[in-house]
Nanobody
Framework: VQLQASGGGLVQPGGSLRLSCTASGSIFSTSMNAMGWYRQAPGKERELVATITSSSNTKYADSVKGRLTISRDVAKKMVYLQMNTLKPEDTAVYYC?????????WGQGTQVTVSS
């Protein structure tokens, strides 16, 4: 199984980005696993920012609540993170993984930089 995040980039404060997570591997199902988006800022621990459960319940870190939205397309084995009203403190490398995470499935992540 590989979980590859993409869609990052440089955006101005207040801007938006949509991240995508592609799950490869025939035995992996984004509907059977709770999926999460994580981020790691320079000098900080990796943190969970959004989760979508197998029953489609969502949960967010307080720091992103109301600005980030997690969703998925089961048929395409894709998980998305819509990021709105971005702030400089959202700058980090973003990763997707199951929740809780399975270490061998960490991908390289995608860099999000919020700066004017």
């Amino acid at each position: 199984v590989q979980l590859q995040a993409s869609g990052g980039g440089l955006v101005q404060p207040g801007g938006s980005l949509r991240l995508s997570c592609t799950a490869s591997g025939s035995i992996f199902s984004t509907s059977m696993n709770a999926m999460g988006w994580y981020r790691q800022a320079p000098g900080k621990e990796r943190e969970l920012v959004a989760t979508i459960t197998s029953s489609s319940n969502t949960k967010y870190a307080d720091s992103v609540k109301g600005r980030l939205t997690i969703s998925r397309d089961v048929a395409k084995k894709m998980v998305y993170l819509q990021m709105n009203t971005l702030k400089p403190e959202d700058t980090a490398v973003y990763y997707c993984n199951t929740d809780p995470p399975y270490a061998p499935w960490w991908g390289q992540g995608t860099q999000v930089t919020v700066s004017s």
